[in-house]
């Protein structure tokens, strides 16, 4: 088993998002290839999405 | 610690502020997978694919089972990927036949709007719906629709699904395609500007469809969606859940008061809309009707507010 430590920019990422995740309920992402890190998911406005379900096409 | 020691670490704090080293390739790594590429995979979770074969083959069996049907689909985009994580299906007052499927986008919105309670990162991510014979493909009248829809999309690029059925025993499913019994699933993305559909490979991995309790009341939602949207875009502390009904799971919505110790909860279960105040452990009755849920609330707040 390999360990390094986390690089500056890597520690505050997870920092944040172990933050988040205790706070706000924020999404933390693994990469299923070797469940490293890899950030956490932003949240979506409102707006954006209900402005995207609302106009979706008629399909044929 | 000498005064000379301390303008040097002030100085060094500053250097550090101005000029900070450059990421190594690990961190640059992990930066850059914040950025949405374009759709390379497609994975969707186990559940929710249970959930689409199965909803496919109960309307295909329903009496409606000769038109076209659909699903919205709600997820997350990781790196490269698209990740389906909840379905919205059509609803029973969509507007469909035998060549076209217009979902109830009311609904829809009311369902989106309860499951991001809970799940702010959900997005659109495309939409599945279905040809009655074995066309594969979007159609033409699909490209034309879609087309405009994804710019409305992140990263301008959507997943696009067509559900078929026929028996073709012995046919082996393409890296693209999803097979059940006799119902396929053909999975593309389209981007903003593209002149066509591109195949897009799909895998199944372990996952929820957090969409999926919703069904349990589907009806209540469709009927109620357009007040109940018009609250929620109104009011500020508006909070869906699903509850024990007297029959069956019942669709509340509660609304917080200024005080926070208070609430307005209005159980909607079938036909029947019932009015409640919630006042921490004590729950009140309230003795009037009115089926239309915003007014309902609007005529509790009047009360409340003498």
Redesign the interface.
Known sequence: MDFRPLEELERKQLVNALRGNAEQGRVLLLDRRDTSFVGSADEVPDEEVISAIRSVPCHY | MAFRDVIEAVRREVRRFLYP?P??P??AK??A??VIGPIARLVVADEVSRTLFAEYAAHRASSRGHE?I?W?LLG?R??DEAIVLAT?PAGVNR?AGA?????N?IA??LA??IV?Q???????LG?L?THPGSMRH??D??Y???I??VE???GGQGVFGIGTASEQPGRVPAVHEQERESLTFSWYTLSAGERNYRDVPVSI?PGPDLALELRTVWDEIETHAGRLNSLAGQLALVRFAIGSGSQKPALIVRVALVDNARSIEVMMEGKDVRYFVADGSQIMVAEFRDDRVDRGVYAMLTELSR
Do not use: Y
């Open positions: 080293p990421p190594t690990r961190a992990v930066a997978k914040q076209e659909g919205t997350i990781q790196d919205l507007s060549t076209h499927v217009q979902f986008s829809q919105e989106c709007r991001r809970s799940h702010r990162q959900l997005m659109p939409l719906h979007p159609s009248g699909d034309r629709g879609d405009n829809w409305g999309l992140r991995e």
